[in-house]
């Protein structure tokens, strides 16, 4: 059988449909590079192979008897481990989670059963996805798989290793303030955020609410697309979800205007990346499409707006682990003398929680107290408007904005974790998009000392179809820069 690694989602249906191979038989390469690989990666926190088999075994069912599910029946995903699946433990990698299991399931995990998906496993990610190099997990690091002494980008490490390193064709990720996209780049994948509200957020363990958003990784934007479409919808369980009902659109090249912000090239950017990109940008141009520079003057307070909004929101969605509910407590551990009720808070909190969860919620805890409030959270939600308000204006004039992903290639594994700011950073190109609540890309581009680098295509809110065939059309003219 081909390597699956090198099947796009269409093929593969297609080697289903005709019987050259079989769901169970493309299950079992997969768990094969599992076993051979994961140890080393440490993407994936927990595989499901008896349930992936029985889903498996079900799809060739289906084929069997001529009547699939569709495009993804019986395909395999990787699921990023803050999302529920009834039935199996899920951590969002702490502690303070551990040993919990859903009793309920995310609604997109109902949306990829129903499509026959098969179900591989969970994969790591930072600590309840705080965090950009996935180094914050109670389970460890996850290592990138083009040079295992960096990270892979965070949140959504795992999910990005398990596809760039063919453990997974497709993966599921959130992004809430670059999570998906920062990591396909680094790993040198395709990550997709979408439009806030598309994709419902039921059953995906809350970071920051009016930020998150669950998206699909994978090899190709056709794959992501193909994803996309069967995640996406309106969802009367999530109270942000949108009913808008969005077609899949083609664009004309020849038609476009294309913005490249003058901040996302500005100091802080690596020179290599900053090329790359360039030559990336000048292959649209060779396309037709028309380049014009643009301004996004409040994009530079987007990082420190970001850093106020996000741990209120933490610190409120994290007051739910008390030690009480579910998940690890101190009340079983017979060294220590509870004497009260806020012993066992502070006791199981204390220990449940990393570095970097405690960081965030003593931040938000602390922005959003009387006397504070006004000071910096409400100031920090005009700031908030203003960022979206220059994206509004930039959309009046240009169709889409191009741009890096992260100001680096993959950085070291622990060079970041003693500076939280210059962590923080590589996030720059990214959070503003989280707080417009738009939709964006990253599509990998040419490689920086043998390091993958993404492109970030933009759009306007509910542009996601049209990103999707602008960056197929990248994708079918970007071979004259592969290589480093």
Do not use: W
């Amino acid at each position: 059988m081909t390597d699956k690694k090198e099947l796009n989602i269409k093929e593969t249906f297609e080697l289903f449909k005709n019987k050259k191979t079989t769901p169970v038989e493309l299950a079992k390469v997969c768990f094969e590079k599992i076993t051979n690989l994961n140890h080393e990666l440490n993407a994936f926190v927990k595989v499901l192979n008896s349930n992936a088999l029985d889903a498996a075994e079900e799809s060739q069912k289906r084929f069997e008897a001529g009547n699939p599910k569709g495009l993804l029946d019986g395909v395999p995903i990787a699921i990023k481990d803050n999302i529920a699946i009834e039935g199996i433990e899920t951590a969002a990698a702490s502690k303070i989670l551990q040993g919990f299991v859903p009793p309920y399931e995310a609604t997109v995990i109902t949306k990829l059963k129903e499509a026959g998906a098969v179900i591989l496993g969970k994969t790591n990610l930072d600590e309840f996805a705080m965090g950009s190099s996935t180094e914050t997990s109670v389970f460890g690091p996850t290592k990138n798989p083009h040079d295992k002494t960096r990270v892979p980008g965070g949140s959504s490490g795992g999910s990005a290793v398990a596809v760039a390193s063919g453990m997974s064709p497709l993966a599921i990720g959130s992004d809430t303030g670059g999570s998906i996209r920062q990591p396909a780049s680094f790993c040198g994948i395709v990550g997709f955020k979408p439009t806030y509200g598309l994709v419902s957020r039921y059953g995906l363990f809350a970071m920051a609410s009016s930020l998150d958003q669950i998206g699909p990784m994978a090899r190709s934007v056709e794959d992501v697309e193909i994803l996309f479409e069967a995640i996406s919808g309106y969802d009367p369980k999530d109270s942000t979800s949108l009913k808008e009902e969005i077609r899949n659109k083609k664009i004309e090249i020849r038609d476009l205007k294309i913005g490249i912000p003058n901040e996302y090239f500005a100091e802080g950017l690596d020179p290599k990346v900053k090329k790359v990109i360039e030559q990336a940008i000048s292959k649209f141009k060779e396309m037709g499409a028309e380049i014009k520079e643009v301004s996004l003057p409040n994009s530079k307070y987007a990082l420190s707006c970001y850093y106020i909004i996000m741990p209120v929101e933490v610190a409120s969605n994290l007051a739910r682990y008390d030690g009480i509910k579910y998940g690890y407590s101190e009340i079983k551990n017979s060294e220590l003398r509870i004497k009260n009720l806020l012993d066992v808070y502070l006791k199981s909190r204390s220990s449940g929680f990393g570095k970097e969860a405690k960081r965030r919620i003593m931040l938000g805890t602390y922005t959003s107290s009387a006397g504070y409030i006004d000071q910096y959270y409400n100031k920090a939600q005009k700031v908030r408007s203003l960022v979206k308000k220059d994206f509004d204006k930039v959309f009046q004039e240009v169709d889409f904005i191009l741009g890096p992903v992260a100001p680096t290639t993959a950085f070291k594994i622990g060079e970041k974790t003693t500076d939280p700011l210059t962590m923080y950073l590589s996030d720059i190109y990214t959070i503003a998009v989280n707080l417009a609540g738009l939709p964006a890309i990253s599509v990998p581009c040419k490689k920086v000392d043998d390091l993958p680098v993404g492109l970030q295509i933009i759009g306007p809110q509910f542009s996601d179809f049209k990103i999707f065939d602008l960056a197929k059309k990248y994708e079918g003219v970007k071979d004259g820069l592969q290589g480093a």
